[in-house]
């Protein structure tokens, strides 16, 4: 492809056909009525929730499509299952089809953008009706099926309701996966009845490393939280109201020091005092791993029960990176174990981990996902990777066959600083606006069999320097509209995309970012709330980012 796709001023992310034509604008008022076809309930309901209040319209039901003042929301086979097509018509009608309820679901998404930045807030603030909307017709489909962000919820805890939130920020800009990183080192965040040890320890540390590892400051206030059986039903259920999957990512062997806080004979007891294991309170990767052992698999396949049980989503994430070797190296069990199975080495010990979870998952109806280096020993046929090191172990796992998402941290990691100089706390690679507008998910090398397995991308989002909400949304946006349409749009070669377009259409998005209450980095820098001066980083440009 060598021209941008056509789309109407301010739409973010940029649809692939946009027409206008001539005639009176839909306008919006009390008169207009919503009729929804079978499948489209959901969206409906949406649309009465979310526009309603924003522009002070009822909205009410409709039975008949043909009547005039109606907002038509139909599925149509005819589309792909995500696609949308986005009809504004004579009479003041208004209409939405789509190949499913998700299809119809990012039309209304794009209607509400049509319809102007006062439509995201949460009540009217003008008086008389919405703003008119030209006639025309928008055809849009996503690139990519998995068009992800992950939450790290462990560094720093997020509150439900700040999950929920982040659920409606991800469905404004049209993404469909939440990644939600559960258990790490700094705290397990899922409750986990048949092991209550995991939240009543697990979720709290003492204090919390401020800046980067290698800084002086200590916050020392106890920090943690967790996430009840029912919280987790209800955000799986109001991301799926939102045509959002939740994947769940329990993390081993490796980033299990809070596991083995909680029960300690997780742990390599036989060369380390686990007992004496705490929650850990900085950042890094931590020494303490899993033993590898039958009853440490035992509590993990209970553990992922009642994570299936709450999770219906196809993929589980377990982990399966940063697993320092030396307690297994030191370890008369784990030599032992390695020697019974033939694994040759440490490094097969690990692959033996991933191996089980794999048939295990496989055994229940679910497939596994992981960070790359679960490449190494080899997978079962429906693993999948999400490549992170760079685009190397997406490149290997897609030309072996295996399903990836591409979230590479050169390109796709929010947590790093947004520009050169001053930022709060600044962390790994500079990745600019830009820099995310251009990432390209599949590598140009791939065959189209391999490239066929790119099933998608993601954002990801590590909060150890991310300490509450305001610090999320300023290391997330705006950058996060631009992975958006990365993923969404069928966007040119990264050197051919039209930035300065990108940025006019950002003129129009950041004013729907301040009616939504995101505290957004601006384009300027960051505003005098925003910074923190005197915190350590790791400003080197070119550095390793891991913190």
Known sequence: MTANPPHPPGLVPAPAHAETGEGPAFTPDRQTALYAGPGTEPTAQWLRTVLGPALGLPLPPSTDAAAPDTVVLRVDPALAPEAYRLSVLAGQRAEIRGGSGAGVFWGAQTLRQLLGPDAFRRSRIRPGTAPGIARGTVRDAPRFGWRGLLLDVCRHFMPKDDVLRYLDLMAAHKLNVLHLHLTDDQGWRIEIRRHPRLTEVGSWRARTKYGHRASPLWDETPHGG??????????????????????????????????????????????????????????????????????????????????????????????????????????????????????????????????????????????????????????????????????????????????????????????????????????????????????????????????????????????????????????????????????????????????????????????????????????????PWQRRPGILGRPVEGAPPEI
């Open 226 to 527: 967790y996430y009840t059986q029912d919280d987790i039903r209800e955000i799986v259920a109001y991301a799926a109201d939102r045509y959002i999957t939740v994947v769940p990512e329990i993390d081993l062997p490796g980033h299990s020091q809070a596991a083995i806080a909680a029960y300690p004979g997780l742990g390599n007891s036989d060369v380390v005092d686990t007992a004496s294991v705490e929650v850990w309170d900085t950042w890094g990767v931590t020494p303490n791993v899993l033993a590898p052992s039958d009853a440490v698999l035992g509590f993990y396949e209970e553990v992922l029960e009642e994570v299936l049980a709450l999770f219906p989503s196809e993929f589980v994430h377990i982990g399966g990176d940063e697993c320092p070797k030396d307690q297994w190296r030191a370890s008369p069990a784990a030599q032992a174990r390695i020697k019974e199975l033939g694994l040759g080495d440490e490094d097969g010990l690990q692959s033996w981990f991933i191996r089980h979870f794999d048939r295990w998952l496989t055994a229940r109806g679910r497939r596994l996902i992981g960070w790359d280096e679960i490449l190494e020993g080899g997978l079962a046929e429906g693993a999948a990777v999400s490549s992170w090191r760079g685009m190397g172990g997406g490149i290997a796992a897609a030309e072996a066959g295996h399903d990836v998402v591409m979230c590479p941290e050169q390109h796709v990691y929010l947590d790093h600083r947004q520009a050169a100089g001053e930022e709060p706390m600044p962390i790994g690679y500079v990745r600019t606006l830009e820099d995310v507008y251009r990432f390209e998910p599949v590598p140009p090398s791939l065959s189209p069999e391999a490239a066929a397995h790119v099933i998608g991308t993601q954002a990801n989002v590590w909060t150890e320097v991310m300490q509450n909400r305001a610090r999320v949304d300023y290391q997330v946006f705006p950058r996060l509209a631009a992975f958006a349409e990365v993923a969404w749009s069928a966007l040119p070669a990264p050197h051919e995309r039209d930035f300065a377009a990108f940025e006019r259409r950002m003129a129009d998005h950041y004013a729907r970012l301040d009616a939504l209450g995101v505290d957004y980095r601006p384009p300027g820098g960051p505003r």
